[in-house]
């Protein structure tokens, strides 16, 4: 007689229901998005990929202070958040010219959180918005303002030209940046009053 092996015991306790995993999109539907209904380039690979330096740039900065920076973008920018940060779509160029005007501003000489992709880079392209609500996000970016098909990005980006450019569509870089340089040395400021005190 063969001994019965007992079926295996579920731990006892917690309720240990899987927790449904949302399905990842395929990379052929995200990339078709880019390519066909935005007519943008992607870089070849997965995830899929966004080149910067050609039709924008990216400004990484915390969700926080970009937040208070939205009005300063046209309605048509696009903006994408991923997890706590904000990335702010610029016009080509933007990327080299950001120590510049944070020199100019001022704001060269202190540490702010404030990344820049340009020229040569890439971003990872956020979810297109149809597949965000289907899929879930799982850390992926996703549009906060996405670009909106069949329109020209470019004329919507916040460009250093824009300054003093009269009945101009697009925003101004120069006041961007100022405005994301406050918000994040306002966030530094929090974080370090936020932190306890080291006695000796």
């Known amino acids: 007689m063969v001994p019965s ?118 971003v990872e392209a956020p979810l297109p918005p149809g597949l965000a609500r289907v899929t879930g996000s799982q850390g992926a970016a996703v549009w906060l303002r996405p670009p909106e098909p069949g329109r020209e990005v470019e004329s919507s980006l916040p460009t250093l030209s824009a300054l003093g450019r009269g009945g101009g569509d697009a925003p101004d870089l120069v006041r961007l940046v100022e405005t994301v340089a406050t918000g994040c040395h306002r966030v530094r400021l929090r974080h370090r009053s936020a932190q306890p005190l080291a006695f000796s």
């Open 5 to 122: 092996v007992p079926f295996p015991r579920r731990p006892s306790g917690a309720n240990h229901r899987a927790t449904p995993v949302p399905p990842v999109p395929p990379v052929d539907t995200v990339r078709h998005w880019y390519e066909n209904e935005l007519g943008w380039a992607t870089v070849p690979g997965t995830p899929v990929h966004l080149p910067t330096g050609l039709r924008f740039d990216v400004l990484d900065v915390p969700a926080e202070a970009g937040y208070a920076a939205l009005r300063h973008l046209g309605p048509g920018s696009p903006v994408a958040v991923r997890a706590d940060r904000m990335r702010l779509f610029v016009a080509a160029g933007g990327a080299e010219e950001l120590p510049g005007l944070l020199d100019w501003l001022e704001w060269g000489s202190l540490a702010l959180d404030i990344g820049a992709t340009g020229s040569g880079g890439r």
